[in-house]
């Protein structure tokens, strides 16, 4: 199986941040990396997929760029309704792997 | 607009069975594929199954492949997770999630589009 590592795990960062967070592949899986917010009580959003397409809906603000074993996603300029766990996955081979999560909360 | 609403959760004693409904609205339910993926307490999302667009063909994590079994109803728009020989470690809210891929000469893409809310799952003596 495919590990997927995130880092920070968790991520204390204030309203107008730029911000990143890191996802590292076991092993090389193109760019069939996706990333998803999640809030407390609510099912996964699907903010990129493909490494770095934004999904249709999403602000302008969230980016995602990486190939092989290494990618990110950046915010921009934090909104308040930014604070969220995001997770990423990758649609490379099944099973289908997320990492462990990074939760993003107010300074 | 695309709706995906889980049921069928609840309390279940170790080794007892229990079913999952996911009922999908908004879209042609026969043309894609669908998932469930789950995600214990305080933990990262899990990928459960995938059921192809007109259900002959089913895929699972090794973690519940032999007990768990994932079905659709075409005519009813709703997919299904029989759940059996539970454990405590499938405790979990469960989310039923619409597959979403494209490709290109370079890329096959595909991803967890839409999700439901998801419904809960204690089992527990």
């Known amino acids: 199986d495919i590990q997927m590592t995130q880092f920070p795990s968790s991520l204390s960062a204030s309203v107008g941040d730029r911000v990143t967070i890191t996802c590292r592949a076991s092993q090389s899986i193109s760019s069939n990396l996706n990333w998803y917010q999640q809030k407390p009580g609510k099912g996964p959003k699907l903010l990129i997929h493909a490494a770095s397409s934004l999904q249709s809906g999403v602000p302008s603000r969230f980016s995602g760029s990486g190939s092989g074993t290494d990618f990110t996603l950046t915010i921009s300029s934090l909104q308040p309704e930014d604070f969220a766990t995001y997770s990423c996955?990758?649609?490379?081979?099944?099973?289908?792997?997320f990492g462990q999560g990074t939760k993003l909360e107010i300074k | 607009q695309v709706q995906l609403v889980e049921s069928g959760g609840g309390v279940v004693q170790p080794g007892r069975s229990l079913r999952l409904s996911c009922a999908a609205s908004?879209?042609?339910?026969?043309?894609?594929?669908m998932h469930w993926v789950r995600q214990a307490p305080g933990k990262g999302l899990e990928w459960v199954a995938l059921?192809?667009?007109?259900?002959?063909?089913?895929v699972y994590a090794d973690s519940v492949r032999g007990r768990f079994t994932v079905s659709r109803d075409n005519s009813e728009n709703t997919m299904y997770l029989q759940m059996n020989s539970l454990r405590a470690d499938d405790t979990a809210v469960y989310y039923c999630a619409r597959d979403a891929r494209y490709g290109s000469a370079t890329l096959n893409a595909e991803y967890f589009e839409h999700w439901g809310q998801g419904t809960l799952v204690t089992v527990s003596s």
């Open positions: 059921i192809w667009y007109d259900g002959r063909n089913e």
């Open positions: 908004g879209f042609t339910f026969s043309s894609y594929g």
């Open positions: 996955q990758q649609s490379y081979s099944t099973p289908y792997t």
